[in-house]
């Protein structure tokens, strides 16, 4: 069965500083993976999604993920985080189960932005 | 792109009543549909999946008598929450997908519900 793991429960950066988000999934094949983010009280929007071909993708809001087939991550970055990107990040994957398809989360992320 | 609704986005109820959440994709048809709970602070736990027209499969430690779930036309599924307790309340979140296995890679998801029981 497929799982993710997203090692930092939270992460602070300072308005305008570089942000990049950690991602690793366990999966036998290649994954469906995305990155959704919550505000609080919110449901989910998507950020970007990889399926496959080019292993850069880019998103909605001015981030991008690459997938690294070879350490099975999947991170998100953002060249400048805005204040408004304060919220929780999750990375799920996407895959084929016994039971059909399934969209299992990472524990999540939240980012928080400082002035 | 693909939309899926849920309502009520939120519902208070008294303990020991039931509670219905609907899921709707307005624009496919939702061959499969999921439902996730999420505690405060925590990530999306899936609680079970519905294909149109056969009963849900449950995940492990998911009570299947307590959480019904109906999938009866290819556009809406319900979650009902049966003889609700306060730890029932919970953000609960529905998903659906297009096309039958293998066939569409992506789910969509509803806003959510937070449902509150008192």
């Known amino acids: 069965a497929q799982s993710v793991t997203q090692p930092d429960i939270h992460i602070t950066v300072s308005e305008g500083a570089s942000l990049e988000l950690r991602c690793n999934y366990s999966y036998g094949a290649t994954p469906y993976l995305f990155w959704y983010v919550q505000s609080p009280g919110q449901g989910l929007q998507l950020l970007l999604k990889y399926f496959s071909g080019d292993t850069l993708v880019q998103g909605i809001k001015g981030f991008e993920a690459e997938f690294k087939r070879s350490q099975s991550s999947f991170n998100l970055r953002k060249p400048s985080v805005h204040w408004s990107d304060a919220a929780e990040y999750f990375c799920a994957v996407g895959a084929l189960n016994t039971g059909g398809f399934k969209t299992i989360f990472g524990a999540g992320t939240r980012l928080f932005v400082k002035a | 792109g693909a939309v899926v609704s849920q309502h009520p986005s939120r519902v208070i109820c008294k303990s020991g009543t039931s509670v219905k959440i609907e899921c709707r994709s307005l624009d496919f048809q939702a061959t499969t549909m999921f439902w996730y709970r999420q505690f405060p602070k925590k990530s999306l736990m899936l609680m079970a999946t519905?294909?149109?027209?056969?009963?849900?499969?449950?995940e492990q430690g998911v009570e299947k008598d307590k959480f019904l779930i109906n999938h009866a036309s290819l556009t809406l599924s319900t979650l009902t929450v049966t003889s609700a307790h306060p730890e029932d309340s919970s953000f609960y979140i529905c998903?659906?997908?297009?096309?039958?296995?293998?066939?569409?890679?992506?789910?969509?998801f509803g806003q959510g519900t937070r449902l509150t029981v008192v």
């Open positions: 998903s659906a997908r297009e096309g039958y296995f293998g066939t569409s890679r992506e789910a969509f």
């Open positions: 519905s294909n149109e027209g056969s009963k849900a499969t449950y």
